[in-house]
């Protein structure tokens, strides 16, 4: 008999009390599932280094570790084949967009019912995309976001880290530091992201990274 879960979730949300709540709601919807749950996104990071498997992550839009859309867009480039839906208190429409934008492939609000909560688990995990009955995105998006989702989309995971330090105000010394690596590789990914990105100096990348991130945008 095989005692393996068939399937393995990671909720990150920094919230223990909806955490809780939320991983008890698919336990109880899918009692052969494995749910762990983190309360920062290097902890999310971490659970999937050490899992490789996981079959979605419950990603929630202002996790401690992640710039707004920083995080989804971490997650897709590093994990590419895992489902990441992003869960948010704020169901407004152009967030929601700015999510399934950025790769999401679902948005549960938080203020969701059980019984919607399940189906849109269930719905991801057959590989399909979920957002709200209620909620059309058949409208054009924000073109710029798109635009610079796009282009994100063409770093690595390390040079998209890189990025979002620069966004932070570090130095290329101070990166290096935190990143265990030598200022020259530091420069080198700097010089690619700058490549990718289409832009001739870090302040053009960083604006172009703050349309992604969604600086002063709640969540």
Same mark, same amino acid.
């Given at each position: 008999?095989?005692?393996?879960?068939?399937?393995?979730?990671?909720?990150?949300d920094d919230?223990?009390?909806?955490?809780?709540?939320?991983?008890?709601?698919?336990?109880?919807?899918?009692?052969?599932a494995m749910?762990?749950?983190?309360?920062?996104? &290097?902890?999310?990071? =971490?659970?999937? +280094?050490?899992? *490789? %498997?996981?079959?979605?992550? $419950?990603?929630? #839009?202002?996790?401690?570790?992640?710039?707004?859309?920083?995080?989804?867009?971490?997650?897709?480039?590093?994990?590419?084949?895992?489902?990441?839906?992003?869960?948010?208190?704020?169901?407004?429409?152009?967030?929601?967009?700015?999510?399934?934008?950025?790769?999401?492939?679902?948005?549960?609000?938080?203020?969701?019912?059980?019984?919607?909560?399940?189906?849109?688990?269930?719905?991801?995990?057959?590989?399909?995309?979920?957002?709200?009955?209620?909620? &059309?995105?058949?409208? =054009?998006?924000? +073109?710029?976001? *798109? %635009?610079?989702?796009?282009? $994100?989309?063409? #770093?690595?995971?390390?040079?998209?880290?890189?990025?979002?330090?620069?966004?932070?105000?570090?130095?290329?010394?101070?990166?290096?530091?935190?990143?265990?690596?030598?200022?020259?590789?530091?420069?080198?990914?700097?010089?690619?992201?700058?490549?990718?990105?289409?832009?001739?100096?870090?302040?053009?990348?960083?604006?172009?990274?703050?349309?992604?991130?969604?600086?002063?945008?709640?969540?």
């Amino acid at each position: 008999m095989n005692d393996q879960p068939s399937v393995q979730i990671v909720i990150a949300d920094d919230h223990p009390l909806y955490r809780g709540a939320l991983q008890q709601t698919i336990t109880t919807l899918m009692p052969q599932a494995m749910v762990i749950d983190v309360g920062t996104f &290097d902890d999310a990071v =971490a659970v999937l +280094a050490e899992k *490789g %498997d996981v079959d979605l992550v $419950l990603l929630d #839009l202002a996790i401690p570790g992640a710039q707004r859309l920083s995080g989804l867009m971490y997650l897709r480039a590093q994990y590419p084949g895992t489902p990441v839906v992003i869960v948010s208190g704020n169901d407004d429409r152009t967030v929601i967009r700015s999510c399934m934008d950025c790769g999401a492939s679902g948005f549960i609000p938080k203020s969701l019912g059980v019984a919607s909560i399940g189906e849109a688990v269930r719905s991801v995990l057959a590989g399909n995309t979920w957002v709200p009955p209620d909620i &059309d995105l058949s409208t =054009a998006g924000d +073109a710029a976001l *798109g %635009d610079a989702a796009k282009r $994100l989309s063409r #770093l690595t995971p390390q040079q998209l880290r890189v990025l979002m330090m620069l966004t932070e105000g570090l130095l290329n010394k101070q990166i290096a530091y935190e990143l265990s690596v030598s200022e020259a590789t530091v420069k080198a990914h700097v010089s690619a992201i700058l490549q990718k990105l289409g832009v001739e100096s870090r302040t053009q990348a960083v604006i172009l990274a703050g349309r992604v991130t969604g600086t002063g945008t709640a969540a």
